[in-house]
């Protein structure tokens, strides 16, 4: 479908080919010939649900869980998702060889590190389900992995299992004790973190906790590179309503796009002061804020 | 073959289709999909005389058959705009039509004399002046709502342009009676229209019993908007028939998601068509309601476009 050659990107009619639930997210495996080739890990596909009259126009961004660039249909792309509106239902009500249209591999991948440090994959919910495939790519760089897991309840981990396999140690977190230590991933972080000597705190999951993730890695002297789940309508960098405000390499901040300039941001480059309440303001001092209310 | 090509005043067109402005960012990201130049033109994110943040978010709400957005006019500035978003569509060797805005009367103009003054200005065959956008100097009232304010604004960024560059006045639905502010801007020396823009709307978060969008008010558009499109472009159109005032090309913007779509307002009177809401749900959407309106007409045996302009009157 997609006619412009290394664009780095394709727009495919994807074909579900397998399905499975997992706790409380739903795990499926698209045929989507192009994309697998050209994702990284931290990329994103969109989809478009409900065909082509759908009176849901908005594409549905879901961060990649992993690729295989040459099976046995074709490359394929999976996902993890919570059938939580009208759309995501519709993905995870799809019978198994329906069509989806997919575009993607899209957005920033996860930076690797040049040298071969100890990492820690942090992932809140389905929200991990990046973080597999990364530790794979950072394990063949030589990193020590290590992944710490949280979630509201046991039903709602995804991949504690899978972790055991993809890294050299797991933690896991639940807010009320049915698996793992009760409490937040930011409860065992720290001790992550200065048992493996980490530099880079990787993340993926809720706002709040992906600042939780920033402040103590800061603290500990280490990197933390998250990728945020900001509300998308096109996925593609041409509707401007996934902004938020991020530090530029020149101390400035400005309303970015989500989708083209992330998801993955460095966590200290985000003004995490501006996100309060389900609301993200346009903090004073960014590049064309609007004058302070109040008057002059 | 259908002969695709249209006239917009001094601007001569391959084809009638068009991105619509604020739904195609300005070139780049699209051109990952498909060739910009391939379009009658492209149309870009309105552009004001300084960068803008625009609005916080929450900025989107999806409705039936379309959304509600509160971007805020979020842009680079004119001297930015030119020199690197212009820059790149004429490099692309697509055709612009540059939508600008201001927040009052006097920016529109330094917007157009900034543009005008730019190295790439070759690549422009028209301006789209973004009438609905709030006036500061009347109590944020949109200019496009006000018959004054806005031939004010036609006629300042009229006299910044040269002749054989076409102005098009962008409409706002959410007037009494939009043949006036049409005749209006008409007479203060538009080349043409372009309609419409979104309607206002407000979506409620019933889950924390507060309005979904930071900036609480938000543009309707998408497939809803259609028939609003469809009757303001008929209105208009038999208001220039009645000789009410001098007829000009008609912009027809709101709802098109398929070559059907488009036909619908070009029947009712539109000489050319942009895509806004359905590019966020098709990349190539666009493009591919140019095909889709080629095949409709050659089904139907026209040999031009131009044919069924506005033929859905006095049948
Ligand atoms: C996210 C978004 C941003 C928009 N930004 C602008 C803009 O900057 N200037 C403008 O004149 N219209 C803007 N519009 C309006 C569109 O150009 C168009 O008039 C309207 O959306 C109706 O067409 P549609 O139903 O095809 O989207 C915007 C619309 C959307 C959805
Ligand atoms: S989701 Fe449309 S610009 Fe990012």
Redesign the interface.
Known sequence: ????PN???T?VAGELIATRRVGAYHHLTLVAPGVAELARPGQFVAL?VGGST??????RCFSIHRVSPSGTYGGTVELVLAAAGPGSTWITELPLHGQV?V?GPLGRPFPLPNEPVACVLVGGGYGSAPLFWLAEHLRERGCHVEMVLGAASEDRLFGAALARRSADGVTVTTDDGSAGTQGWVSDVLPEVIRRTGAAVVYGCGPMGMLRSITEVATREGAVAQVAVE??M??G?????????PVVGNDGRT??VRSC?EGPVFRGDRVRWD?FAD?????PED?????PASGGH | MVDMSVTLAEAHLPNPLMTASGCAANGKELSRFFDVAGLGAFVTKSVMSAPRSGRGTPRMAETPSGMLNSIGLQGPGIDAFVEEDLAWLKSAGARALVSIAGSSSGEFADVAAALRNSDSFGAVVGVEVNISCPNVANRGLVFACDPLASAKVVALVREQLPRDIPIFAKLSPDVTDISGIAAACVKAGASGLTMINTLLGIAIDTDRMRPQLGGITGGLSGPAIRPVAVRAIWQVRAAMDQGRFRAVPIIGVGGVRTGRDALELVAAGASAVQVGTATFNDPTAPMRVLGELEALLEAKGYAAFTEVIGIAHGQ
């Open positions: 479908m997609s006619a412009i664009a780095g990107v727009q478009a759908s009176a849901n126009l908005l594409r249209d575009v900001e509300a309508a096109c593609i960098g041409v509707c401007m309503t996934c902004v938020m400005r309303m083209v501006a389900g609301y993200c303001v346009v960014a590049v064309g804020a609007p």
